[in-house]
């Protein structure tokens, strides 16, 4: 596994993944280390969750063995966090059932972030999420 940070433009943290649940764990440590690097502690928490739910859909709906976990400073308080996939399947947001264990993770997502998702690319796509930090 690397992590690296981009020197110029908008700091960035990428660390590539296998496509397994366990990963999710080191992407909420990414995700908290480019918080505090940011100065943006405030938005780690709700970054925590939002990254391990795109984790979490990766693992179940992709292919191949890896995942790409991407955290980025898009303004002075957003961060955009983000998870790549080779899968070209769009998620989408429908409500769950009341009595369904799954599919309540894009809700908890869009709930989260000012602004959500996918842009597909020729071998797959990235799934992403804004958080903004509020005063």
């Known amino acids: 596994m690397t992590t690296t940070s981009r020197p110029t433009g908008h700091p960035g943290y990428s660390?590539?993944?296998?496509?397994?649940?366990?990963?999710?764990?080191?992407?909420?440590?990414?995700?908290?280390?480019?918080?505090?690097a940011w100065g943006?502690?405030?938005?780690a928490q709700d970054g925590v969750l939002v990254v391990s739910e795109?984790?979490?859909?990766?693992?179940?709906?992709?292919?191949r063995e890896s995942i790409r976990v991407i955290v980025e400073r898009t303004a002075p308080?957003?961060?955009?966090?983000?998870?790549?996939d080779f899968s070209r399947t769009v998620p989408t947001l429908c409500p769950p059932k009341d009595d369904e264990e799954?599919?309540?993770?894009?809700?908890?997502?869009?709930?989260?972030?000012?602004?959500?998702g996918t842009d597909v690319r020729r071998w797959g796509k990235v799934v992403w999420a804004d958080l903004e930090e509020r005063e």
């Open 77 to 84: 308080c957003t961060v955009r966090v983000a998870v790549a």
């Open 102 to 116: 799954n599919g309540r993770g894009l809700l908890l997502v869009s709930a989260l972030a000012s602004d959500w």
């Open 40 to 43: 943006l502690e405030r938005l």
């Open 54 to 63: 795109l984790v979490a859909n990766a693992v179940r709906h992709a292919r």
């Open 15 to 36: 660390e590539t993944l296998l496509r397994e649940p366990e990963s999710a764990a080191t992407a909420r440590r990414l995700v908290r280390a480019a918080c505090t």
